[in-house]
């Protein structure tokens, strides 16, 4: 089994920053994409940034210049660092992994986590 747990939200002011990570754990053979997609109250689920397992990085427009995706490979870890937070990235923000198990090697698994809190009051 695979787990991502996620850490480091919470209530900031605009202009403030936050760092958020996820952990990925349990039977894992290799992992590949990860990234961070977040869901604000009554909208869909959105991707904020995603990262290859070659560090090759992605963003949404909304975000470029203020967000930046990181990973640590040793660690199965991803980070996303925001910076010049606006009340309009309030959301809660969801960890993926695009992880292939050790129980099933011929296919690459779709894993979230359980989503971290980001309010920012203006």
């Known amino acids: 089994q695979v787990q991502l747990v996620e850490s480091g939200g919470g209530l900031v002011q605009a202009g403030g920053s936050l760092r958020l990570s996820c952990a990925a754990s349990?039977?894992?053979?290799?992992?590949?994409?990860m990234g961070w997609y977040r869901q604000a109250p009554g909208k869909q689920r959105e991707l904020v940034a995603d990262?290859?397992?070659?560090?090759?990085?992605n963003y949404a427009d909304s975000v470029k210049g203020r967000f930046t995706i990181s990973r640590d490979n040793a660690k199965n870890t991803v980070y996303l660092q925001m910076n010049s937070l606006k009340p309009s990235d309030t959301a809660v923000y969801y960890c993926?992994?695009?992880?292939?198990?050790?129980?099933?090697?011929?296919?690459?698994?779709?894993?979230w986590g359980q989503g971290t809190q980001v309010t920012v009051s203006s």
């Open positions: 349990g039977s894992i053979f290799s992992i590949n994409g």
């Open positions: 990262i290859t397992s070659g560090g090759s990085t």
């Open positions: 993926n992994g695009k992880i292939v198990s050790n129980r099933n090697i011929l296919i690459v698994g779709d894993y």
